[in-house]
């Protein structure tokens, strides 16, 4: 069984940060990737960034620059941290684990407001 746990969403203004993380627990076998993936209401879910097993890193064109994903592979963690918000980035950001098929973690609740 695998388990992602996602923490670090919260409220924050316009132009401020966050960091989330997310540990998976479990029996894992041959990690592909780990990314971050995020879901507005309204919208489908879509990439947000990707880190394989030999780090190499994809990102969707609307965070180049402003967001930044990183692992620590004896912790099966992953990170996403996020600058320049805008209230377009608001959204539920879900950790993604793909080995032989895709886990999901629950969601992490980004809002950004003034």
């Known amino acids: 069984q695998v388990q992602l746990e996602e923490s670090g969403g919260g409220l924050v203004q316009p132009g401020g940060s966050l960091k989330l993380s997310c540990a998976a627990s479990?029996?894992?076998?041959?990690?592909?990737?780990l990314g971050w993936y995020r879901q507005a209401p309204g919208n489908e879910r879509e990439l947000v960034a990707r880190?394989?097993?030999?780090?190499?890193?994809t990102y969707a064109d609307f965070v180049k620059g402003r967001f930044t994903i990183s692992r620590n592979n004896a912790k099966n963690t992953v990170y996403l941290e996020m600058n320049s918000l805008t209230p377009e980035d608001t959204a539920t950001y879900y950790c993604?684990?793909?080995?032989?098929?895709?886990?999901w973690g629950t969601g992490t609740l980004v809002t950004v407001s003034s």
């Open positions: 993604n684990l793909r080995t032989s098929r895709d886990y």
């Open positions: 880190i394989t097993r030999d780090g190499s890193t």
């Open positions: 479990g029996t894992i076998f041959n990690i592909y990737a």
